[in-house]
């Protein structure tokens, strides 16, 4: 049993890990609900065993983004340490939140996070041309609102947040959104650890089972980035076929936790 239990959290953080390398993101919406259906974790050690593999996996990839150029290191600096903050009241009131009640409020986010997905998708197109564009550099202010507002809700739910990190620094910065994707995977891990070391701090981590997960992300994480070399322009599909995973499981967690807020 064991055996099988270690083998599961190594294939979901393969899976997570898979994800995250071949669309570039979005994949740590699904490492809370795959640990809590397929590993077996309750709500809360569920959110911060996650959010610490997905720390991890997202170091790891700032790394290759870093030495390629494709960092903006101020903007991502300061993001990443006024975000740390709000991650860290965000985590405090996601421990003391009721567990069902923060899952049904997650699978909502998960459905936000399926929409951004098709949205995404079928932008593409356009953002390739708005890479290259001149962008104004706005104020250091709305850095500082969009980091807070952005680490509240990480922390909250325990999850890396790239999805809210990037139209964060685009809406506070301008940057080209390589810029954007590569820079925001400081603040992914940094929300990620905060999140994790409060959760650890109640007895809410589960070491092994995030050993696991993390070397089965690290793994996932580089089959799908070679995949998606090859993959390249299929990406508007790959995006809506996760949105429908994203969907699917968001449906089956409303289901699950109606009955938090009365309605099962």
Known sequence: ???????LAVISGGAVGFTLGLIGGGGSILATPLLLYVVGLGPHEAIGTGALAVSVNAFANFGGHARAGNVRWGSAVLFALVGVFGAAVG????KSFDGKRLLFLFAILMVVVGVLMLRRGRRSAVRAGIDTAEAPRLGVARIVVAALAVGLLSGFFGIGGGFLIVPGLLFAT?????????S???????FGLTTAINYAR????????AGEYIAGGLAGGMLGMMLANRLALRSAALNTVFAAVVFVVAAYMLYRNAGSIGLG
Request: charged share 5%; aromatic share 6%; hydrophobic share 50%.
């Open 91 to 94: 985590s405090t009131l996601g």
């Open 184 to 190: 925001s995977l400081l603040s992914v891990g940094g």
């Open 202 to 209: 109640s007895g809410l981590v589960n070491w092994p089972v």
């Open 174 to 182: 301008g940057m080209p959104i390589i810029m954007a994707i590569g």
């Open 1 to 7: 049993m064991d055996f099988l239990h270690s083998a």
